[in-house]
């Protein structure tokens, strides 16, 4: 059986990056840049105060404190009348460019005004509460890079540096099938023999947050055609997600319909526990994932293997998890020959994290989802006694 290791190996060499779009900046949150970021303008544009005050030459505060004429009067979105010469001062606030002749600013809480003249105090430094021109970004700097995610620091400075729109990777289109003649499908009350389909909407969900597109193809019965038929729905798609029907069973047919549809399948089963049967192929310019029925099994092999596909399609070059380390805070069991990912809550303490079961790590038990932080990548026939170290992959913030 294949290692995860081997098989996100073989997954990860059949991903295309796919190809670029442009998109505007107020649409851009969590899109991968795909474009090298060189500022065509310096941040800011002139040196400028960052108080409400008094511009002043620093020179003549050196013999103490000292009164100044106040010459003139300078808001943000204006610009200096005049320049300010020795003896002078001129009302200043905050983000209006510095006149020329001044180069301090002596916040208005240190001054005493008194109509046309001010009284600073003295040895004020050069350059006090003056922003200089370009200190954020001078022209020519390179920002951002290509594969950066833009959140909204990376949106705002784009905005600052009027680049929009900005060019980014397209978003994989990821269509989504379940199988099984027991499934009901939300909405539906689930009838005698039936249960509801979880699948679908979990895998929905994995998608969006891994950057990609879910198209919901619905629910197809344990029947070839009906998969099939259901498949070619699929047809526009980048990547094809179903998810039961790929064990031994005799009412397991997602393999064949896939292969009759005319994809190749390059890999079924990896010594892992959930999860064991998955199977991935191509088919055309897509990819095909199969995926486990079991719920809990779906999710796990979606984080470890369609995860990673659809970060590299959308441009990522760093594709697996950060992963930690915890101490077992209560034994860790993984009874069986195949590694376990098994579902843990962490807590941080004083002496680093703690990772404990959420309980009973049945493959249909969802619930335990819910539960946890992270999963706990344990070798076969290995219990992690107290206090030992396992690794964890993060599941999201705790
Ligand atoms: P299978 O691989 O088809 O034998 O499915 C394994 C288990 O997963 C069975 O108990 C199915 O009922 C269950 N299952 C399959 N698809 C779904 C789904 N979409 N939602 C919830 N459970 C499912
Ligand atoms: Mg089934």
């Known amino acids: 059986m294949l290692t995860v290791e081997d098989a996100l190996e073989q997954i990860l060499a059949r991903t295309p990056v796919l190809e670029t779009e442009t998109v505007d900046v107020t649409r851009a949150l969590g899109r991968v840049l795909a474009e090298p970021i060189v500022s065509a303008r310096e941040i800011p544009p002139w040196a400028n105060s960052s108080m409400d005050g008094y511009a002043i030459r620093a020179a003549d505060t050196r013999g103490g404190a000292t009164r100044l004429r106040v010459v003139g009067r300078i808001a943000a979105g204006a610009l200096p009348s005049r320049a300010v010469g020795a003896g002078e001062a001129m009302r200043i606030f905050t983000g209006a460019p510095l006149p020329d002749g001044a180069d301090a600013v002596v916040p208005q809480e240190d001054v005493e005004a008194d109509g046309e003249v001010v009284r600073v105090p003295g040895n004020i430094a050069e350059a006090a509460y003056v922003r200089p021109r370009g200190e954020d970004v001078r022209k020519g700097d390179h920002v951002l890079s290509p594969g950066q995610r833009l959140g909204p620091a990376e949106i705002g400075l784009l905005a600052t540096l009027g680049h929009s729109p900005v060019r980014v990777h397209r978003q994989p289109r990821v269509a989504i099938l379940s199988t099984g003649n027991e499934l009901a499908d939300l909405g539906v009350e689930p009838g005698p023999g039936q249960i509801p389909n979880t699948n679908t909407y979990s895998l929905m969900a994995q998608v969006t947050e891994a950057g990609g597109i879910p198209v919901n193809l619905g629910i197809a019965p344990d029947r070839l055609e009906a998969i099939e038929e259901r498949l070619r729905w699929g047809e526009d798609a980048d990547v094809v997600l179903s998810s039961a029907g790929v064990s031994v069973g005799e009412l397991d047919l997602v393999r064949e319909a896939l292969t009759r549809s005319g994809a190749e399948l390059h890999l079924w089963r ?8 998955i199977t991935f192929g191509s088919w055309d310019e897509r990819l095909v994932f199969g995926l486990p029925g079991n719920p809990v099994s779906a999710m796990v092999t979606f984080e470890l293997f369609v995860r990673p596909a659809l970060l590299r399609m959308g441009g990522r070059p760093t594709v697996e998890r950060p992963r930690l380390v915890a101490r077992a805070r209560a034994p860790i069991p993984n009874p069986g020959s195949r590694r376990g990912y098994l579902r843990v809550r962490l807590a941080r303490r004083d002496q680093g994290l703690e ?12 619930r335990s ?11 076969g026939d290995t219990t992690v006694a107290v206090g030992e170290c396992v690794d964890i992959i993060p599941l999201r913030e705790f």
């Open 355 to 366: 990772a404990e079961l959420t309980g009973d790590q049945g493959s249909a038990i969802l």
């Open 270 to 277: 990896v010594s892992m526990r959930p999860g064991k049967p």
């Open 369 to 379: 989802m819910t539960l946890a932080d992270g999963l706990a990548v344990v070798p």
